[in-house]
Protein backbone atom coordinates (compact mmCIF):
# COMPACT_ATOMS: atom_id res chain seq x y z
CA UNK A 1 0.00 0.00 0.00
CA UNK A 2 1.28 3.06 -0.98
CA UNK A 3 0.53 6.95 0.99
CA UNK A 4 -0.71 8.37 -2.21
CA UNK A 5 -3.53 5.48 -1.90
CA UNK A 6 -4.75 6.46 1.37
CA UNK A 7 -5.82 9.32 3.47
CA UNK A 8 -4.86 10.38 7.13
CA UNK A 9 -6.66 9.00 9.72
CA UNK A 10 -5.11 10.12 12.85
CA UNK A 11 -2.24 9.26 15.08
CA UNK A 12 -1.24 6.87 18.05
CA UNK A 13 -1.17 9.68 20.60
CA UNK A 14 -0.12 7.37 23.95
CA UNK A 15 -0.05 4.12 25.15
CA UNK A 16 -3.22 3.02 27.19
CA UNK A 17 -2.60 1.18 30.26
CA UNK A 18 -0.25 -1.82 30.36
CA UNK A 19 -1.03 -4.59 28.37
CA UNK A 20 -0.11 -3.27 24.67
CA UNK A 21 -3.18 -0.85 24.12
CA UNK A 22 -2.30 2.38 22.16
CA UNK A 23 -4.52 5.54 22.29
CA UNK A 24 -5.76 6.54 18.55
CA UNK A 25 -6.82 10.20 18.07
CA UNK A 26 -9.08 9.77 15.19
CA UNK A 27 -8.82 13.55 13.20
CA UNK A 28 -12.09 12.69 11.61
CA UNK A 29 -15.47 14.66 11.78
CA UNK A 30 -17.62 11.56 13.43
CA UNK A 31 -15.13 8.99 14.96
CA UNK A 32 -17.88 6.68 15.52
CA UNK A 33 -17.94 6.01 11.92
CA UNK A 34 -14.65 3.97 12.31
CA UNK A 35 -15.89 1.78 15.23
CA UNK A 36 -15.83 -1.40 13.12
CA UNK A 37 -12.42 -1.15 11.57
CA UNK A 38 -10.68 -4.66 11.40
CA UNK A 39 -7.62 -3.60 10.17
CA UNK A 40 -5.13 0.45 9.63
CA UNK A 41 -2.02 1.20 8.42
CA UNK A 42 0.64 2.73 10.58
CA UNK A 43 3.61 4.89 8.82
CA UNK A 44 6.59 2.93 10.06
CA UNK A 45 9.53 4.33 8.79
CA UNK A 46 8.16 5.50 5.57
CA UNK A 47 6.82 2.06 4.98
CA UNK A 48 2.86 1.79 5.62
CA UNK A 49 2.51 -1.31 7.31
CA UNK A 50 -0.66 -2.95 8.03
CA UNK A 51 -2.31 -3.66 11.66
CA UNK A 52 -5.13 -5.82 12.95
CA UNK A 53 -7.41 -4.84 15.19
CA UNK A 54 -8.21 -7.31 17.84
CA UNK A 55 -9.68 -4.55 19.95
CA UNK A 56 -11.06 -1.07 19.71
CA UNK A 57 -12.90 1.16 22.28
CA UNK A 58 -14.43 4.65 21.14
CA UNK A 59 -13.02 7.23 24.14
CA UNK A 60 -14.01 11.03 24.27
CA UNK A 61 -12.53 13.88 22.72
CA UNK A 62 -12.18 11.50 19.49
CA UNK A 63 -10.12 9.05 20.98
CA UNK A 64 -10.01 5.52 20.95
CA UNK A 65 -7.96 2.93 22.81
CA UNK A 66 -7.10 -0.27 20.42
CA UNK A 67 -5.41 -3.21 20.86
CA UNK A 68 -3.96 -4.54 17.98
CA UNK A 69 -3.02 -8.10 17.15
CA UNK A 70 0.81 -9.09 18.11
CA UNK A 71 1.41 -5.91 20.57
CA UNK A 72 0.92 -7.63 23.43
CA UNK A 73 3.34 -5.77 26.11
CA UNK A 74 4.10 -2.10 26.93
CA UNK A 75 7.15 -1.77 25.21
CA UNK A 76 6.36 -3.22 21.66
CA UNK A 77 3.41 -0.76 21.90
CA UNK A 78 5.77 2.26 22.78
CA UNK A 79 7.12 1.77 19.12
CA UNK A 80 3.94 2.48 17.91
CA UNK A 81 3.96 6.01 19.71
CA UNK A 82 4.06 8.95 17.34
CA UNK A 83 3.00 6.77 14.04
CA UNK A 84 0.10 8.20 11.71
CA UNK A 85 -2.74 6.21 10.91
CA UNK A 86 -3.96 5.83 7.38
CA UNK A 87 -6.90 3.91 6.11
CA UNK A 88 -6.82 3.23 1.92
CA UNK A 89 -9.00 6.02 -0.29
CA UNK A 90 -11.22 2.72 -1.54
CA UNK A 91 -12.67 2.26 1.88
CA UNK A 92 -14.37 5.88 1.72
CA UNK A 93 -17.92 6.55 0.89
CA UNK A 94 -18.76 8.52 -1.90
CA UNK A 95 -20.51 11.93 -1.48
CA UNK A 96 -22.84 13.63 -2.79
CA UNK A 97 -22.21 16.76 -4.84
CA UNK A 98 -22.32 19.29 -1.65
CA UNK A 99 -19.82 17.41 0.99
CA UNK A 100 -16.27 16.75 0.76
CA UNK A 101 -13.47 15.21 2.51
CA UNK A 102 -10.78 17.16 3.83
CA UNK A 103 -8.05 15.97 2.11
CA UNK A 104 -9.73 15.56 -1.25
CA UNK A 105 -10.41 19.33 -2.06
CA UNK A 106 -6.59 20.42 -1.91
CA UNK A 107 -5.90 22.46 -4.90
CA UNK A 108 -9.31 22.60 -5.99
CA UNK A 109 -10.36 26.49 -7.69
CA UNK A 110 -12.78 27.87 -5.84
CA UNK A 111 -15.95 30.04 -7.14
CA UNK A 112 -18.25 32.43 -4.79
CA UNK A 113 -21.60 33.12 -6.26
CA UNK A 114 -21.07 36.77 -5.91
CA UNK A 115 -17.29 37.01 -7.10
CA UNK A 116 -16.59 34.05 -9.19
CA UNK A 117 -12.90 32.70 -9.05
CA UNK A 118 -11.77 33.75 -5.52
CA UNK A 119 -8.26 31.31 -5.65
CA UNK A 120 -7.86 27.63 -4.32
CA UNK A 121 -8.32 25.60 -1.46
CA UNK A 122 -4.63 25.92 0.33
CA UNK A 123 -6.08 23.72 3.28
CA UNK A 124 -9.10 22.86 5.18
CA UNK A 125 -8.20 24.22 9.10
CA UNK A 126 -10.12 21.84 11.03
CA UNK A 127 -10.96 23.95 14.37
CA UNK A 128 -13.42 22.59 16.44
CA UNK A 129 -15.36 25.85 17.37
CA UNK A 130 -15.62 26.11 13.17
CA UNK A 131 -13.69 24.70 10.21
CA UNK A 132 -12.39 27.05 7.91
CA UNK A 133 -11.42 26.69 4.12
CA UNK A 134 -8.07 28.37 3.55
CA UNK A 135 -8.22 29.93 0.23
CA UNK A 136 -4.67 31.41 -1.70
CA UNK A 137 -6.06 34.06 -4.04
CA UNK A 138 -2.62 35.23 -5.59
CA UNK A 139 -0.31 35.61 -2.62
CA UNK A 140 -3.65 36.50 0.14
CA UNK A 141 -5.07 34.48 2.48
CA UNK A 142 -9.03 34.05 2.40
CA UNK A 143 -10.28 32.30 5.64
CA UNK A 144 -13.88 31.56 4.97
CA UNK A 145 -16.31 29.36 7.89
CA UNK A 146 -17.23 26.11 6.80
CA UNK A 147 -21.06 25.96 7.98
CA UNK A 148 -24.69 24.62 6.40
CA UNK A 149 -25.15 26.22 2.92
CA UNK A 150 -21.76 27.51 2.10
CA UNK A 151 -21.36 24.98 0.02
CA UNK A 152 -22.96 24.97 -3.55
CA UNK A 153 -21.53 22.10 -5.57
CA UNK A 154 -18.38 19.88 -5.37
CA UNK A 155 -17.03 19.11 -8.87
CA UNK A 156 -14.73 16.33 -8.36
CA UNK A 157 -13.58 15.71 -12.34
CA UNK A 158 -12.99 19.40 -13.03
CA UNK A 159 -11.41 20.32 -9.64
CA UNK A 160 -13.44 22.89 -8.67
CA UNK A 161 -15.45 24.03 -5.67
CA UNK A 162 -18.80 26.40 -5.64
CA UNK A 163 -19.41 28.09 -2.41
CA UNK A 164 -21.91 31.12 -1.46
CA UNK A 165 -19.63 32.91 1.00
CA UNK A 166 -21.29 35.47 3.63
CA UNK A 167 -22.10 38.97 2.55
CA UNK A 168 -19.36 40.93 2.68
CA UNK A 169 -16.81 38.50 3.96
CA UNK A 170 -14.42 37.80 0.58
CA UNK A 171 -15.00 42.32 -0.15
CA UNK A 172 -13.10 42.13 3.36
CA UNK A 173 -9.47 40.01 1.63
CA UNK A 174 -10.10 41.31 -1.93
CA UNK A 175 -9.67 45.24 -1.06
CA UNK A 176 -7.23 45.11 1.30
Same mark, same amino acid.
Given at each position: ?????????? $??? @??????? /? #???? *? =?? &???? +??????????????????????????????????????????????? $??? @??????? /? #???? *? =?? &???? +????????????????????????????????????????????????????????????????????? +??????
Amino acid at each position: MQIQDCYYLG $LIA @KLHGFKG /E #VSLF *L =DV &TNPA +DYQGLDALYLDINGQLTPFFIEGFKLKNKGFAAIKFEGVETEEAAKR $LVK @KKAYLPL /E #VLPE *L =DQ &TSFY +DHEIIGFSVFDAAHGAIGVVAEVIDMTANPLLQIDFNGTEILVPIFDGLIQKVERKKKELYIKAPEGLI +DLYLTT
